[in-house]
């Protein structure tokens, strides 16, 4: 178990609806990436927060958007929410270096229907 | 642009060795390994961090090779636990960390 926390672990929208993620991160880590992962695939970067203002962007489009709080937790927000969205949503929390190691939270399995 | 691995799934039985292969286009900082069962979150399994650099981590080891922008991971004499898909994840420069393509590997008693 790695300390890191997703809610919920799963979700089914309607296409356009808009949701919520939510991620606690690891005691003591300040940085939180969160990753898109369709079945069969890889992680795909979505984008990283640190210190609550956003430090690099993967290739999604601004509908797309997130916050991190002052205790490091973070959401990500996804508004007009396509069939394409279906998909793991995992959460890494890790220090703000690039030699840190990531620590993955269970993810959040979102369907859009 | 995402690294890529090869091959992308194989299966080996119980005892056997196995060679994961990740490549990269652009010169890369770091190399991370993760291994992904069904259904959980990706496992950190080692991070390489210099060029020339090896591993290892119980009967896993890797290696990196900064100039080729290349890195392996090896796995000895497999066990049953061992199976999973497994993802390496490159850092290029100042960017973030990127998942490979992923291996899935099948251990068969």
């Known amino acids: 178990e790695t300390g890191v926390t997703q809610s919920p672990t799963h979700l089914i929208k309607t296409r356009g609806q808009q949701v919520t993620l939510r991620c606690s991160s690891q005691?003591?880590?300040?940085?939180v990436s969160w990753y898109q992962q369709a079945l069969g695939q890889g992680p795909q970067f979505i984008f990283q927060?640190?210190?609550?203002?956003?430090?690099g962007r993967g290739n999604f489009p601004p509908r797309f958007s997130g916050l991190q709080f002052p205790n490091y937790s973070s959401e990500l927000n996804v508004n007009a929410l396509e069939l394409d969205d279906s998909a793991l949503y995992l959460c890494?929390?890790?220090?703000?270096?690039?030699?840190?190691?990531?620590?993955f939270g269970q993810g959040t399995r979102l369907t859009v229907v | 642009q995402q690294p890529v691995q090869s091959p992308q799934a194989v299966i080996l039985r119980e005892g056997e060795d196995a060679v994961i292969n990740c490549s990269s286009s652009?010169?890369?900082?770091?190399v991370h390994w993760y291994r992904q069962k069904h259904g959980e979150a990706p496992v950190f399994l080692m991070i390489?961090?210099?060029?020339?650099e090896q591993k290892g981590h119980d009967k896993i080891s890797a290696s990196f090779n900064e100039k080729k922008q290349q890195s392996s991971l090896y796995l000895t004499a497999s066990q049953l636990s061992y199976s999973g898909t497994y993802f390496c994840?490159?850092?290029?420069?100042?960017?973030?960390?990127?998942f490979g393509t992923g291996t899935r590997l099948t251990i068969i008693p």
């Open positions: 390489l961090l210099k060029g020339g």
């Open positions: 652009k010169a890369l900082y770091s």
């Open positions: 994840g490159t850092i290029p420069g100042n960017e973030k960390l990127t």
């Open positions: 890494a929390s890790s220090l703000a270096s690039r030699q840190a190691e990531a620590f």
């Open positions: 927060y640190y210190r609550e203002e956003e430090n």
């Open positions: 005691s003591g880590h300040n940085t």
